[in-house]
Every structure is written in structure tokens, then in C-alpha cells.
């Protein structure tokens, strides 16, 4: 002050000034440079060199005390927006639709891997700042977010908080991508980036902080942070993936920003749009995240891995993001089922899916084909429409040899396709292998992208033998020798479709005598007379002929071998042995069923359907 004169070294004023410890209103006189006036250090151009120096200007900027228009605007529209979403959650104030519009609205704000990868929500790293769960969600974020952007402008300007700001959003975005599947809400990533640059801005610039207000940075402000992460770890749906990616977002930015106050006011401008370059370049950048991500799905969906479902019988390769976490020495295949099905998603917000599964069905079921076809299989995914209908739409090319494609268009109340459903089959004997998806329909008809990552899951399937084939093969190798296991193990390749095969283990096990030779020979009769095209025996009389005749009282073995001479046209031999089968009992079901087959054979009534007993 002019009243309160005080000598002065001319470098030590120097270094004071490059340090903003000396004010720029204080007054100098020194005749060399003012004359006899005492003149603001301000307008001395002596000084203008030291005045400019970025500690000088940082503390010339904060002595003002700049009201913070940037941080209060972006604070006060997330306010603004939060108290309507609690306005229409709770309270009966707009039209029934337009809440519902609005409710619509906010739940399309959330943001992270599938909005931004699958579902074109460009503009949700953005939106999602203005949505929470609540108002014990929204104030406390309000708070954080009031102070900490307080802070940050007031110390490198609305141009330094845009890009911090801005930098906390897109690290956030980026670590919720690519760390996790649900996707978020809530201003806390963009609250964690500014606190985090609060902290960094003390490290930064350390003593050119003026001393009244060094405290409110770097350490003063770790017990607030400690506070608010220890809040957030106790929190049930807390992303701390979001969190932690703010966190080092808004750091980083703040160690790096050239606020444009830090800068002489000659090339503030220049430094004032590289600040707004910046920061929309940081704006935007997540918004690019999705198609980054579509052209390398890797990289969001993580490297896939070969696993294998025993109890349907198949290996896949699955995206590491489908899996579910290791839960113990094991890792589990799949996280989820559908209608009773391995099934694998995303999340469990959408109902978009892959699915594996196998069915064993009724020898009657699968005499003309694949039965899970048409209306059949839309019955069975009915429930994913209440209200609504299942209709045929084009099928895909089949996924291999064998395999037969079918699709489904799932549509709503209003008749509005929602859903387009996928299935491949194999069917292999009496066992039906499934694989396929459900994948949303966008609005102008396309499926959502998630089809080509559900497409690329079902082309990796490999089918292996059913669980019973496979559990019978195993049993069958600790002991081949065993008549039970050998037995076992044809039932289950007859099942599996392999006859050849299986007829081959059972005639083995009729050759040796074992006390499982009598069930052996009626299951193999029973398979020769259920496929009589493939089977034969030149001999006269055939082996099970003999073998009729010396187990009479197998009413079983009676009825398959009539049934097979039927089937064959030896309707003599038919006759012979349903006749003696008949002695007994020639009113009885056993004995009426061989005569039926026994008539068709002469030509005097259709052959009987005869299914095959369990």
C-alpha cells in the first residue's frame, strides 16, 4: 500500500512475483521504472516477464475469485434433470404417457458396453451423467460434484475444468467397457474424475496455489476422498470400474491440461481454443467407442475360450465376457439357463441370448424327421411373447452338414416384431441337438448387431456324443468286458442312431452266455424289428428263431421277432411262431398284436403302428 512503504530487493521482488507470492496491485515506485509515482506492478513493463510467469498467473487468476460458471452450469442441469426423474418415479404430476416417455428416457441413459457396442446409444456417456437411482444416489453426487467443480474451476478456469471434465467421462466410459457387462448410471464417474483433479491440481502446482486456498487441494482433500471411496465400496450396485476410470481420467487431466489462465494473456486465445479443441475431442471420444469395439470384438468382448458343456454334449468357443467369473477351482461354462437350456448373455437387462441344449424324444416322435419344427417349436418358445404370436420367418443356411435351420420373428401385442429367433438342429438318432439365439429387431427391421457375435458362437459349436453315450462309453472302458457295460453301451448308441454299431454289442453279448444273453437278444431283436430295412440273417432258421423257440414264455422276444418276420415278408415263419405264442392265451394283448402283424403280412389288414417298448 502507498501508506506502507517497505524497501525492496529488485530480484527477490522478481522471484516473489514468477512465485505469485506479491499481488499484481501492489504498488512500486523506483525511480529507474516509475519515477516519483508509486504505480500498480501491473503496469510497470519491467515486470511484465514475471507477471507472466504461470505460477504468477495462476495466483492473479485465483485472487480474483472468478465465479465458476462452467462447473455451476453443468452442476445445476444435472440437478435440474435429477429432480424430474424423482418427479416422475414418484409423483403423479405429467399425463400418464408423457411419464412414461420420460421414464422411457431415462432408462435409455445408461452407458457402457452394450449401449455403446450393440445398441448405437452414441449419446449415452453423456446421458448417463444425468440419470440415478435415486435421490440418496443423486444428492450426494450433487454435493461432490458442486465442490470439487468449484474447486477445479477456480483454480485453471472454465477451459481447464471442460477438459477435466470431459476427460473423467471418457475415462470412466473406457474402463466400464472394458472392465464390465452391466451398464451404469450416475454422475459419481464424473464427481470421482474432479475430486481425483483436486488432488492431482495440489501435486501440480503446489506453492503457486495462494496459501489461503492451498488447503482446499492435493492432501486437504484426501479424507474427503477416502470418505466418499470408502461410501462407494458399500454401496450394492456401486461400478467401481466407472469410478475407478474417472478417477484416473480426471487426474491425468489435470496433471496435463494447458489451462489457457496458465497462460500470458498475448497467446491465451490460441491457448483458449486448444483448451475447447480438447475438450470436445474428449467429449466426443467415447461416443466412438462402439464402432472402435465392432471392428475388433475382441477387444470389448475379451479373447474367446473353447469350453465344453458335457450335459448337452457339445464344445463352443465363447467370448471371455459371456462367461461367468471363477467362482472356485473350476471355471463354470455357463452363468444362466433358458427353457431349461445352457444359456449365455451379456447381462441381464436384455433379454438377448445364446443357447445349447439337447432333447432325447420318443422313437415315434422322430419317424418322419426333426419334429421341433414349425408351430411345434413356436409352442415351445411361447412364453417369450405374452400376448403375442410366434410366426415363420427366413430361415439362415444350415450351420453344417446335417443340421436343418429354422427362425422365428417373435412379435408383441401390437403386432411389432421385437425378436428374431434362431435355431439349428441335428438330430441323431433319437437324441435332438439344439444351438441357436435371440437377438432383438431394430426398428427399420435389421437385426442388432449382437447376431454377428451369436453367429460366430454357433459356427465354433462342435457336437460330441450325447451325456448317456458318452457316460456309457466311459463305464464301457474301465471294463469292456463286462455283458452289463457292453450292454449299456449299445442301448445307448442305438439311441445315438449308430444301429450298426450297436446291434454289434448286442449280438456280443448274446454269443457269450452271460446271464444278460436273454435280455441282449430281445433288445436286438426289438432294434431289428424296428429298422427291419437294415437288418438280416440268411441263416434258416434265423439266430433269434432258435432263440424263440427256446424262450417261449419271452413275451417280449416273441412279439419282436414275429413283428421283424412280418416286416420282412416271412409270413409262414410269422405265422408259425405267433401261433405257438398264441396257445395260451389267444385273446391276450401280446398274442393280438402278433396276429395283427401276421394279417398285414398275408395282405389282409394295414400293418399296426407298434412302438417301441422302454
Not at 444 to 466: C, I, Q, T, W, Y
Amino acid at each position: 500500500m502507498a501508506d506502507e512503504t517497505t524497501p525492496v530487493d529488485l530480484e527477490q521482488l522478481d522471484d516473489q512475483l514468477r512465485q505469485g507470492l506479491i499481488p499484481g496491485d501492489a504498488l512500486l515506485r523506483h525511480g529507474p521504472w516509475t519515477g516519483d509515482k508509486f504505480l500498480p506492478l501491473t503496469e510497470i513493463p519491467q515486470l511484465a516477464d514475471a507477471l507472466a510467469a504461470p505460477d504468477a498467473l495462476l495466483a492473479a487468476f485465483m485472487r480474483r475469485r472468478p465465479f465458476p460458471v462452467v462447473s455451476t452450469a453443468l452442476t445445476a442441469i444435472i440437478a435440474v434433470v435429477g429432480g424430474l426423474q424423482l418427479v416422475v418415479e414418484n409423483a403423479r404430476v405429467f399425463p400418464a404417457a408423457l411419464s412414461a416417455q420420460l421414464a422411457r428416457l431415462f432408462m435409455e441413459g445408461r452407458t457402457g458396453l452394450e449401449p455403446l457396442m450393440f445398441d448405437g446409444a452414441w449419446w449415452s456417456p453423456w446421458a448417463s451423467q444425468l440419470v440415478h437411482g435415486g435421490p440418496i444416489h443423486l444428492l450426494p453426487n450433487l454435493a461432490v460434484l458442486g465442490y470439487s467443480g468449484f474447486r477445479v474451476e477456480r483454480a485453471l478456469g472454465g477451459g481447464g475444468y471442460a477438459v477435466i471434465a470431459a476427460a473423467s467421462v471418457a475415462g470412466a466410459c473406457l474402463a466400464v467397457v472394458l472392465g464390465q457387462n452391466e451398464a451404469v448410471i450416475g454422475s459419481s464417474m464424473l464427481g470421482f474424475g474432479l475430486l481425483g483433479a483436486l488432488i492431482a491440481i495440489g501435486f501440480r502446482l503446489g506453492d503457486g496455489l495462494p496459501a489461503d486456498q492451498r488447503r482446499y487441494y492435493g492432501f486437504g482433500n484426501l479424507l474427503l476422498f477416502a470418505l466418499l471411496f470408502i461410501s462407494s465400496l458399500q454401496g450394492e450396485n456401486t461400478s467401481h470400474f466407472a469410478h475407478f476410470g474417472g478417477l484416473v481420467g480426471g487426474s491425468i487431466a489435470a496433471l496435463l491440461v494447458q489451462a489457457p489462465i496458465l497462460s500470458p494473456p498475448a497467446r491465451r486465445p490460441q491457448a483458449q481454443r486448444r483448451a475447447l479443441l480438447w475438450a470436445a475431442a474428449l467429449t466426443v471420444a467415447p461416443s466412438l467407442y462402439g464402432p472402435a469395439l465392432r471392428r475388433v470384438p475382441s477387444l470389448g468382448l475379451w479373447p474367446a475360450q473353447t469350453v465344453t458343456v458335457s450335459e448337452v454334449g457339445v464344445t463352443l468357443d465363447v467370448p471371455g465376457r459371456l462367461l461367468p467369473e471363477r467362482t472356485g477351482r473350476e471355471a463354470r461354462a455357463y452363468a444362466s439357463t433358458t427353457f431349461g437350456m445352457p444359456a449365455w448373455a451379456l447381462s441381464d437387462v436384455g433379454r438377448d441370448f445364446v443357447f445349447v441344449g439337447i432333447q432325447r424324444l420318443e422313437w415315434s416322435e422322430v419317424i418322419a424327421g426333426d419334429p421341433l419344427i414349425g408351430e411345434a417349436l413356436a409352442e415351445r418358445w411361447r412364453a417369450l411373447s405374452p400376448g403375442g404370436t410366434l410366426v415363420p420367418t427366413a430361415s439362415p443356411p444350415p450351420k453344417g452338414p446335417g443340421w436343418t435351420p429354422h427362425a422365428l420373428d417373435v412379435l408383441d401385442a401390437e403386432g411389432v416384431v421385437r425378436y428374431r429367433l434362431v435355431e439349428h438342429h441335428l438330430l441323431r438318432g433319437r437324441f435332438l441337438s439344439r444351438v441357436g439365439y435371440l437377438v432383438s429387431v431394430e426398428e427399420d427391421g435389421a437385426l442388432n448387431p449382437r447376431h454377428e457375435v451369436f453367429e460366430r458362437m454357433l459356427l465354433s459349436v462342435k457336437v460330441g456324443d450325447p451325456p448317456a453315450l458318452a457316460e456309457a462309453r466311459a463305464s464301457h472302458a474301465e471294463l469292456p468286458s463286462s455283458p452289463t457295460r457292453q450292454l449299456a453301451l449299445a442301448d445307448a448308441l442305438a439311441d445315438c442312431g449308430d444301429l450298426q454299431q450297436a446291434d454289434a454289442l448286442y449280438a456280443l453279448v448274446v454269443s457269450g452266455g452271460s446271464p444278460s444273453a436273454d435280455d441282449a437278444a430281445e433288445r436286438r431283436l426289438r432294434l431289428w424289428a424296428e429298422r427291419p430295412e437294415l437288418f438280416d440273417d440268411p441263416e434258416d432258421p434265423a439266430w433269434f428263431e432258435r432263440r424263440m423257440e427256446e424262450r417261449p414264455e419271452n413275451r417280449a422276444l416273441q412279439e419282436a421277432g414275429v413283428r421283424f418276420l412280418a416286416a420282412k415278408g416271412r409270413c409262414a415263419a410269422a405265422r408259425f411262431h405267433h401261433e405257438r405264442n398264441a396257445v395260451e392265451g389267444p385273446l391276450s394283448a401280446s398274442a393280438l398284436r402278433t396276429a395283427a402283424w401276421v394279417l398285414a403280412c398275408e395282405g389282409s389288414a394295414p400293418s399296426p403302428a407298434a412302438p417301441r417298448p422302454e
